[in-house]
């Protein structure tokens, strides 16, 4: 079972992930925001050193901040409930520190006790939001904290009633405290989202694994009925033709061979590309070499003309003259040569297939597929095929790589195919070091783009002649 990674996840994979997020912070938002409601209207009053309008104007504020929250809430607007109880939080406890004696100019006792209201906003953050926003949190309420205590005179009455250590004890233990839940919350988020993305892989893993056993499944069926018809059909055409050669009509005989001889040759392509099965565990240690990629490609431009004299495709080959990859030209070849025969498969007859390339820096390479290029010096190069044709739906992108693999679509159409074509085109992109992907948006008229990006060599002089798509030969 192959592990895909979040980057290897499809835009359609990505959005579930993110809904399955937003489902779980709303699960929260829905009990602790009613409770933090009520917290603030019951703290703000009762940290006040006096019932003034200043204490109402407070519980006015916190008041319509979590109103807003709650609302939100309900309207499942989760990432601006989870800001606003996040700010009505932290908001609350400046509030409460506030009104505990810093408000008339000096800190008492209480005041010092009241600085642990911040654990609230940072537990908080640890629950809703990010290991960056916990830091952020946690940074903002030691900032705050520190500074109050600096820049407030302890009140005589505090000084009169708390003897020097327990001074210096009250100043410290809530500071610590806030480091210390801030470390909590923020190990505790990181190890959380790195469980539920490792889970969201698994399942992702699993989901893939089980469409791709149906798609199969779907495949071997169809295959035996494929076979079956043909063989039968066969059969019937060669008994028939002995009866009527037997009565002496050799033309009608004649057709019947006719018949016969072609629905076995549609069962020898199906066979053989059956058969092709064997080339995906025969890709192995290659010798790349630096090729001039043009002249490949006008040569799988050529060999489609000629596969399909009656199909007059147009492939426009768009590709410098002087661009060169490292790579094994038989196994390059069949990557391009299957790419193509595809684009032409799935798309009406006489829509245009253009093939083109072009130089990819490291750091670009690096940005189009994370993590799955080695660094090279000389860079890539991404070589695209694009078609006009009925294009892929996007949740299929990944599976259709998968060996005998079709759509549902393409079950059983009159369109010959193993399910094996892409499946190839990996293994041998993968064993010359590089990637395929395809994008397509799945309307049928767009089409779809299949790119590869291979390692680039130095560059190769031009080609002396070349050959154009309908296999006649160039000078340069
Ligand atoms: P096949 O022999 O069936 O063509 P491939 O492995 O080459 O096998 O392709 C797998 C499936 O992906 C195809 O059966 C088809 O459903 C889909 N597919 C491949 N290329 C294209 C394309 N250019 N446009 C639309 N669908 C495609």
Known sequence: MSQPSMSRMTPVERAALASVYAARRWQVLRLAVPGLLIYTLVLVPVSSVALAASTLLQMLLSGALFGVALWATATRRVELAAQLALVGTFLTSVIITINTGPIDGTLQSGTLVALTAFLLPIILAGILASPRVVVVVTGASFAFSALLLAVTPLSANAQATLHLRVNALL???????????????????????????????????YAREKETEQ?????????????????????????????????????????????????????????????????????????????????????????LALLSPGNRQLVQVQIPNDLAVLAETEHLQEVLGNLLANAAKYSPPNSPITIAARPLSLREAQVLRPGRLPAEKLGFVEITVRDQGMGIPPDKALIIFEPFVRLSRDEGSPVIGSGLGLAICRANVQAMHGDIWVESAGIPGEGSTFHIVLPRAADQPPPTRRLDGKGAEHGA
């Open 215 to 303: 798609l199969r499944e779907q495949f071997i069926a169809s295959v035996n009925h494929e076979l079956r018809n043909p063989i039968m059909a066969v059969q019937h055409y060669l008994v028939m033709a002995q009866t009527l050669g037997s009565q002496g009509k050799l033309e009608e005989q004649q057709r019947m061979l006719q018949s016969g001889t072609e629905v076995a040759e549609r069962l020898t392509k199906l066979v053989q590309s059956i058969l092709e099965i064997r080339r995906l565990h025969t890709v192995t240690d290659l010798d790349l070499k630096p090729i001039a990629l043009a002249p490949l490609a006008w040569q799988a431009a050529r060999m």
């Open 171 to 205: 100043v410290i233990v809530p500071l610590l405290a806030q480091m210390g839940a801030g470390f909590l919350s923020f190990a505790g988020t990181y190890g959380f989202r790195r469980m539920q993305r490792d889970l969201a892989d698994v399942r992702l893993a």
